[in-house]
């Protein structure tokens, strides 16, 4: 496959440059460009190489007119419009798993967060204040973790949890009561879920069926003081709901990296992050120097390997 020219329009590590460079490929980074100067730019290239700021729509696939292959330097690739570039055969590869240590690390840290308020009890203590008793929390230990989605970063976080003596259950439609007892889930139908749960944490994509899934009638459903916690995608958590859902005492708090619109602008979406019962992080799940070594050589061998069709990587 002829992929000689490839462009990269989000931060990805050097080494990705770095490889294709070493295997003859001509690289140029652009990063930051607006959506016409995209449309503008593409049109040159063989590969394009992005994270999640870039979106590959149906225009921008159409301006690749030697467009062969767009490569996400991460897991989801909801920021790229699949349908279309199968339709144009343009191939679209990613790399799950390169940085799923990373994401399920940050939702634990999360979870131990928000169980203890760290922090906003680091930040009244920042301002000057001594509140020990606003700030008093709850043991982990022996409370109940929902596991929605037992891929590969539900189950990672499934495993460090028990560790601290949590109870985990979960629901994956494509994962078996047998095998989620591997990795010690008891696996349960969504509606046994609800009821039982201390904290709930997603780990599905952003499909139809996941739009939403976390709603005010799912909130209403759980015990009062539940925790939510979304570092999958915005849009799997209703914003609103959750909101609605803090602000009443329903749930008792939320850690979120991902929202449903990337930055927020939504006055819902800003008044969640102000929340002081939520910790928000800015899309930072896979923001450690490992994991994005990982994703870039990932996604620059799989680009290597279509250029030397090479079967090594291919099959
Ligand atoms: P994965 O494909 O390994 O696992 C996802 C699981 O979700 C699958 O097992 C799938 O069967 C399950 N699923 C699909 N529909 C479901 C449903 N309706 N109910 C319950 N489960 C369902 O993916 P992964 O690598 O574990 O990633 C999980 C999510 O985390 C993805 O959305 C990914 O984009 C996101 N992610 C975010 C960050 C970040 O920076 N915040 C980093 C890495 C991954
Ligand atoms: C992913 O889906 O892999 C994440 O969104 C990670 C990223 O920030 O690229």
């Keep these: ?30 990063y930051n460009l607006t959506k016409e100067e995209l449309l503008e730019e593409i049109s040159d290239y063989h ?25 996400r330097a991460g897991a989801g690739v909801d920021n790229i ?12 590869l990613n790399t799950p798993g390169g940085n799923a240590v990373s994401a399920c690390e940050l939702t634990c840290t999360l979870i131990t967060t928000l169980a203890r308020n760290v922090v906003q009890g680091a930040a009244s203590l920042k ?11 709850h043991e982990i230990c022996g409370k109940v973790l929902g596991i929605i989605g037992l891929g590969r970063i539900g189950r990672e976080v499934a495993i460090r949890m028990q560790a601290w003596g949590m109870k985990t259950v979960g629901y994956d439609p494509i994962v078996s009561a047998e095998e989620a007892k591997k990795f010690n889930v008891q696996f349960l139908e969504l509606e046994e879920i609800w009821p039982i749960v201390d904290y709930i944490t997603v780990h599905t994509p952003l499909i ?35 909101l609605k859902a803090i602000e009443d005492g329903r749930c008792g708090g939320a850690g979120i990296d991902v929202f449903e619109q990337e930055p927020p602008t939504s006055p819902v ?9 939520v910790v928000a992080t ?13 994703v870039a050589v990932e996604v620059a061998e799989q680009f290597i390997a279509l250029a030397k069709r090479n079967p090594k990587y291919t099959s």
């Design 1 to 30: 496959m002829e992929i000689n020219k490839v462009l990269i329009t989000d931060a990805v590590d050097q080494a990705c440059v770095n490889l294709l460079k070493e295997n003859g490929i001509d690289v140029s980074c652009r």
């Design 47 to 71: 590969g394009l190489i992005v994270r999640s700021d870039t979106k590959v729509t149906a225009a921008v696939l159409a301006a690749g007119l030697k467009l062969k292959v767009v490569g």
């Design 81 to 92: 419009d699949v349908q279309e570039a199968t339709k144009r055969r343009i191939a679209v």
């Design 282 to 294: 800015p899309h930072l799940g896979a923001s450690t120097s490992e994991a994005q070594v990982r």
């Design 208 to 242: 139809p069926e996941t739009a939403k899934m976390i709603n005010s009638k799912v909130l209403a459903k759980c015990k009062k003081g539940v925790k939510i916690i979304n570092v999958a995608r915005g849009g799997i958590v209703d914003e609103e709901a959750l």
């Design 269 to 277: 979406t800003l008044k969640l992050i102000q929340n002081p019962k």
């Design 127 to 137: 301002a000057g204040r001594w509140d020990r008793k606003l700030y008093s929390g």
